[in-house]
């Protein structure tokens, strides 16, 4: 912790609006779904490197051998390219998904960088937006 010296401390208080008010709160909303955006990116990269992983191994695999595939909650035999096909589309899908979700994620940034702006203009030290 720092101490605040004369210059630092501000002897007049900066009245906060109704509106300076929901600045704040859509900037606190835009930062938590940037934050829930960004653990399901995670989770969804997790997956797609999972997916990634069982492509490799149903390189290996024998052409004749019927495979799991798991579709839903169950498993079910099926042909090998025919699984090398569904794994293709479900990489195509996640893939889809993480860029959707990104893009959603630099939109909230943006918006919040607008409202740091707006507020760090009319607050200055006094609010801490980071």
């Keep these: 912790m ?8 501000s002897e007049e208080n900066t009245e906060v609006t109704w509106e300076d008010q929901q600045k704040i709160n859509a900037f606190s909303k835009l930062n938590t779904r940037c934050t829930d955006l960004e653990d399901k990116i995670a989770k969804q990269k997790s997956e797609k ?3 990634d992983d069982l492509g490799m191994e149903l390189e290996l695999a024998d052409e004749d051998e019927p495979v799991e595939y798991k579709i839903g909650e ?4 099926i042909s090998l390219k025919r699984a090398q096909a569904l ?3 479900d990489q195509e899908l996640i893939d889809a998904e993480i860029n959707g979700m990104q893009s959603k994620i630099d939109q909230c940034q943006q918006e919040m ?3 740091k702006v707006a507020l760090y203009a009319k607050f200055g ?3 801490n937006l980071d």
Excluded: V
Excluded at 74 to 77: E, G, L, M, S, Y
């Design 74 to 77: 169950a498993f079910f035999h």
């Design 113 to 115: 960088k607008d409202l």
């Design 125 to 127: 030290k006094q609010i």
């Design 87 to 89: 794994l293709q589309k």
């Design 2 to 9: 720092r101490m605040l010296n004369q210059d630092d401390e």
């Design 49 to 51: 490197e999972a997916i």
